[in-house]
């Protein structure tokens, strides 16, 4: 069964990066998306960035400018380069995959906090 596990998550200063980097124990050939969500201390899930089977990209508006998604399917990796960071930034990220018939995976997370 296919697996997720995210790393690169920590404490940062307001202004400063993180890289979050999903591995997938598995072939990532059939995924037909990948996404990078999170959610901040009660408040509900949100995405924050999508990279889909074509490449192309998506971003919450919160983040659009400051987040870039990537994917590696030579590592099996989509990683996340967050830039500019805020505190309203800070949450537990988790990455998700989609497969067909509406197959999910998903992460355990990676807490990201950002100091003011």
């Known amino acids: 069964q296919v697996q997720l596990a995210e790393s690169g998550g920590g404490l940062v200063q307001t202004g400063g990066s993180l890289r979050l980097s999903c591995v997938v124990s598995?072939?990532?050939?059939?995924?037909?998306?990948m996404g990078w969500y999170r959610q901040a201390p009660g408040k509900q899930r949100e995405v924050v960035a999508e990279i889909f089977s074509d490449l192309s990209t998506k971003y919450s508006d919160s983040v659009k400018g400051r987040f870039t998604i990537s994917r590696d399917d030579i590592r099996n990796t989509v990683d996340l380069q967050m830039d500019k960071l805020n505190p309203e930034d800070t949450a537990v990220y988790s990455c998700?995959?989609?497969?067909?018939?509406?197959?999910?995976?998903w992460g355990q997370g990676t807490l990201v906090t950002v100091s003011s």
């Open positions: 598995g072939s990532m050939f059939s995924i037909l998306s």
């Open positions: 998700n995959a989609v497969y067909p018939l509406g197959v999910e995976v």
